[in-house]
């Protein structure tokens, strides 16, 4: 007999509509939907159409309408601040009605785009839902960006109204958010309407009078703001992620499918019940913060955990077992480097041993690549299912796990499992074929995407095609490459394109490169990912120098590493560049980065057949070791 993961597999394949249709009937519709699919217009898809829905509704004011005003919706913790603060469902439910009433009073209304810059506070999560509640189109950007990222988002979100915090919390300094927020509305083209700025006490902003408005002054004046109905199809959010250019992605979020897929992944991915506490160690910047720290526990009617802290440092490397036992988190999901953090500070694991994790069933782990090393060292020492699982910010939801409320499948170190169902992924080669088992090839997803996933993006249903669909026709190309083996367990290998992942961060290569081309001593560059053992992967910068460039190369490369931080932003952690006297090309002029990357991290490569001149690489090689990569002499 088939096992309990292939029968809902072979069920969701069988009868998608029926089965998300299903699926739909736990949520609240203001209006059914027409039909459950709209396949009439491909490559778009469009997930119950004709229906009304509110995602706030469903989040917070469901839960009330249900009885369970009273539970935990969600508990704040922040060691950076040394406070813990912990809001029932109603209480949450009345601050972003509010919040909400406070943004209609502004001139924000259905279909308005508002732009959110937030640290790790619960305003942020109240931001995203009070948009919601009146059908705004949110869109946060992480804290980790500069003004120049930031004023780009602007440009093509167009927003009226931009939600900031003062000022953002790093370990040992205050981040000030409100001077980088009015820099990028100086750089941009676009200016919205207001800021509402949420005052933090380390750091008071100074305000425009006009433009910037008191996030609590006007939150408290509001007339709270009923649930506003909206399409199924119309976007809830849209959030940026590094395409292969500078230019950032805008990828949209439908309301309806994805708090369908959202809350069925609560109970078939994560195996949580609603009153649980579900906790994801990210930050509302990142897709994983909007999915499953905001969206998806409360949908489902969990308490979320919103950290505002590190793995390490606040204070010590018993910071993640200190929350789970403190709130008796259920299930955390974080990125392979957070335990790659701790186990580097606390290798023998002796802080976990202070800490009771009765509560706790299961860790997820995603973003990045899962090193069995550390997947191990998490197994022995928590001695809990460690779950390894893969999507993207494109998809909001899993696509390959190990789903833990439907069966727990044999684990096989570094594969994320098995295709979630609702999924069609397949490994195919550069002509579309499909490959045998075992062999490596494209990760693509055939055609209609499961609800939840982008519909388009914001603005460019064309590079929505270009990006996406265009190589492999019927298909999603994911941009990652893999294999499936016999037993079908998915293996994620490599990026097909210039993407990195740098502490579970995703940053385009290829952005970095644009900065670095604009200095003026620069004739080109390259910059690749070399393996770094905490953040996985960071970014290494390789320069040729302008004929007649007399200044100190050491002068240069600093330079040059300031400008990334100036120009991306912290979160690129790009600290080192070299100069080299020639970049590796093929005889057309491409760039051989794959290999500059295989010398940095002194793997074996193969010469490539096309290439210019094979002599260039010895000198990458040469000029890479006094920093420590290539093969030492
Ligand atoms: N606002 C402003 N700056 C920020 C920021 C924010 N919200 N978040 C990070 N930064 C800065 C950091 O201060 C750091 O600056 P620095 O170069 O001056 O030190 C830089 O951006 C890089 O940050 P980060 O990637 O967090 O590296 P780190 O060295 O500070 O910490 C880890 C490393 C592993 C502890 C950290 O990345 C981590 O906790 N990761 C796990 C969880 C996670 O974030 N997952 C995301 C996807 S699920
Ligand atoms: P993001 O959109 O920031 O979530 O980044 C998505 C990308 O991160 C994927 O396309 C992969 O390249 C990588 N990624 C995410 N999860 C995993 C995982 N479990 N294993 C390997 N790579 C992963």
Same mark, same amino acid.
């Given at each position: 007999?088939?096992?309990?993961?292939?029968?809902?597999?072979?069920?969701?394949?069988?009868?998608?509509?029926?089965?998300?249709?299903?699926?739909?009937?736990?949520?609240?519709?203001?209006? %059914?939907?027409?039909?459950?699919?709209?396949?009439?217009?491909?490559? +778009?898809?469009?997930? !119950?159409?004709?229906?009304?829905?509110?995602?706030?509704?469903?989040?917070?004011?469901?839960?009330?309408?249900?009885?369970? *005003?009273? %539970?935990?919706?969600? &508990?704040?913790?922040?060691?950076?601040?040394?406070?813990? %603060?912990? +809001?029932?469902?109603?209480?949450?439910?009345?601050?972003?009605?509010?919040?909400?009433?406070?943004?209609?009073?502004?001139?924000?209304?259905? *279909?308005?785009?508002?732009?959110?810059?937030?640290?790790?506070?619960?305003?942020?999560?109240?931001?995203?839902?009070?948009?919601?509640?009146?059908?705004?189109?949110?869109?946060?950007?992480?804290?980790?960006?500069?003004?120049?990222?930031?004023?780009?988002?602007?440009?093509?979100?167009?927003?009226?109204?931009?939600?900031?915090?003062?000022?953002?919390?790093?370990?040992?300094?205050?981040?000030?958010?409100?001077?980088?927020?009015?820099?990028? &509305?100086?750089?941009?083209?676009?200016?919205?309407?207001? =800021?509402?700025? !949420?005052?933090?006490?380390?750091?008071?902003?100074?305000?425009?009078?006009?433009?910037?408005?008191?996030?609590?002054?006007?939150?408290?004046?509001?007339?709270?703001?009923?649930?506003?109905?909206?399409?199924?199809?119309?976007?809830?959010? &849209?959030?940026?992620?590094?395409?292969?250019?500078?230019?950032?992605?805008?990828?949209?979020?439908?309301?309806?499918?994805?708090?369908?897929?959202?809350?069925?992944s609560m109970?078939?991915v994560y195996?949580v019940?609603?009153?649980?506490?579900f906790w994801a160690a990210s930050?509302?910047?990142?897709?994983v913060g909007?999915s499953y720290i905001?969206?998806a526990p409360?949908?489902?009617? =969990?308490?979320t955990v919103?950290?505002?802290?590190?793995?390490?440092?606040?204070?010590?490397?018993?910071?993640?077992?200190?929350?789970?036992?403190?709130?008796?988190v259920?299930a955390l999901f974080t990125a392979?480097?957070a335990?790659?953090?701790?186990?580097?500070?606390?290798?023998?694991?002796?802080?976990?041993?202070?800490?009771?994790?009765?509560? !706790? %069933?299961t860790l997820f782990l995603a973003g990045?690549?899962?090193?069995?090393?550390?997947?191990?060292?998490?197994?022995?020492?928590?001695?809990?299912?460690?779950i390894?699982h893969?999507?993207?910010?494109?998809? *909001?939801?899993p696509?390959?796990s190990? =789903?833990?409320?439907?069966?727990?499948?044999?684990?096989?170190?570094?594969?994320?499992?098995?295709?979630?169902?609702?999924?069609?992924?397949?490994?195919?080669?550069?002509?579309?074929?499909?490959?045998?088992?075992?062999?490596?090839?494209?990760?693509?997803?055939?055609?209609?995407?499961?609800?939840?996933?982008?519909?388009?993006?914001?603005?460019?249903?064309?590079?929505?095609?270009?990006?996406?669909?265009?190589?492999?026709?019927?298909?999603?190309?994911?941009?990652?490459?893999?294999?499936?083996?016999?037993?079908?367990?998915? !293996?994620?290998?490599?990026?097909?394109?210039?993407?990195?992942?740098?502490?579970?961060?995703?940053?385009?290569?290829?952005?970095?490169?644009?900065?670095?081309?604009?200095?003026?001593?620069?004739?080109?560059?390259?910059?690749?990912?070399?393996?770094?053992?905490?953040?996985?992967?960071?970014?290494?910068?390789?320069?040729?120098?302008?004929?007649?460039?007399?200044?100190?190369?050491?002068?240069?490369?600093?330079?040059?590493?300031?400008?990334?931080?100036?120009?991306?932003?912290?979160?690129?952690?790009?600290?080192?560049?070299?100069?080299?006297?020639?970049?590796?090309?093929?005889?057309?002029?491409?760039?051989?980065?794959?290999?500059?990357?295989?010398?940095?991290?002194?793997?074996?490569?193969?010469?490539?057949?096309?290439?210019?001149?094979?002599?260039?690489?010895?000198?990458?090689?040469?000029?890479?070791?006094?920093?420590?990569?290539?093969?030492?002499?």
């Open positions: 007999m088939a096992s309990r993961y292939q029968q809902v597999y072979d069920a969701a394949k069988a009868d998608p509509e029926g089965f998300w249709a299903a699926a739909a009937e736990d949520l609240h519709w203001t209006k %059914r939907w027409d039909r459950v699919l709209d396949a009439s217009n491909p490559p +778009f898809y469009r997930w !119950f159409p004709g229906a009304e829905t509110n995602t706030c509704y469903n989040a917070l004011d469901r839960h009330v309408a249900a009885g369970h *005003g009273d %539970r935990t919706a969600l &508990i704040y913790d922040s060691p950076v601040t040394g406070t813990v %603060r912990s +809001f029932t469902t109603r209480a949450l439910r009345d601050r972003v009605a509010k919040l909400a009433g406070a943004l209609q009073a502004h001139g924000v209304k259905k *279909g308005d785009r508002v732009i959110i810059y937030m640290a790790m506070t619960p305003e942020a999560a109240m931001a995203m839902l009070a948009c919601a509640r009146i059908g705004a189109i949110h869109s946060v950007v992480f804290g980790g960006f500069a003004p120049r990222e930031l004023a780009t988002r602007i440009d093509d979100a167009k927003p009226v109204m931009i939600i900031a915090s003062s000022c953002g919390l790093e370990p040992g300094r205050v981040v000030e958010y409100k001077p980088l927020l009015d820099q990028a &509305i100086e750089i941009a083209a676009h200016k919205p309407a207001h =800021c509402l700025v !949420f005052q933090r006490p380390m750091y008071q902003a100074p305000m425009q009078p006009g433009r910037d408005l008191d996030f609590d002054a006007e939150t408290e004046k509001a007339a709270p703001a009923d649930c506003v109905p909206v399409a199924a199809t119309d976007p809830l959010y &849209i959030l940026y992620t590094s395409g292969t250019t500078g230019v950032p992605k805008g990828v949209v979020r439908h309301n309806g499918g994805h708090m369908v897929a959202l809350n069925w109970k078939n195996g019940e609603p009153g649980e506490v930050d509302v910047g990142w897709v909007h905001v969206y409360l949908i489902y009617g =969990c308490t919103l950290y505002e802290g590190k793995p390490v440092g606040t204070p010590d490397a018993g910071a993640y077992w200190r929350v789970i036992q403190q709130h008796k259920a392979p480097t335990f790659r953090a701790i186990k580097k500070e606390d290798p023998k694991a002796a802080l976990l041993k202070q800490y009771d994790l009765t509560h !706790f %069933r990045e690549r899962a090193d069995p090393d550390t997947v191990h060292w998490a197994e022995d020492n928590l001695k809990k299912p460690v390894d893969w999507w993207q910010t494109e998809t *909001g939801w696509i390959v190990n =789903c833990m409320g439907i069966e727990h499948l044999p684990v096989k170190h570094g594969s994320p499992t098995r295709v979630v169902p609702g999924y069609d992924v397949q490994v195919i080669d550069d002509e579309g074929q499909p490959v045998k088992a075992g062999d490596i090839g494209n990760i693509v997803i055939r055609l209609p995407l499961p609800p939840g996933c982008l519909p388009t993006l914001w603005n460019n249903d064309d590079g929505f095609r270009k990006s996406y669909l265009s190589r492999f026709p019927g298909y999603y190309n994911t941009g990652d490459a893999g294999f499936i083996d016999e037993d079908g367990y998915l !293996f994620i290998m490599s990026r097909t394109d210039d993407i990195i992942n740098v502490a579970g961060h995703r940053l385009s290569t290829g952005g970095m490169e644009e900065v670095l081309a604009a200095h003026p001593d620069v004739a080109e560059c390259a910059v690749v990912g070399v393996a770094d053992q905490l953040k996985g992967q960071v970014p290494l910068g390789f320069v040729v120098l302008k004929a007649g460039v007399t200044r100190p190369e050491e002068q240069i490369t600093r330079e040059l590493v300031q400008l990334v931080r100036e120009k991306i932003g912290p979160v690129a952690a790009f600290k080192q560049a070299v100069v080299v006297k020639r970049l590796p090309k093929t005889r057309s002029g491409k760039i051989l980065r794959g290999t500059m990357q295989k010398i940095a991290d002194a793997q074996d490569y193969r010469m490539p057949a096309t290439i210019d001149d094979p002599a260039i690489l010895g000198e990458i090689s040469e000029a890479l070791q006094p920093l420590g990569y290539a093969r030492q002499p």
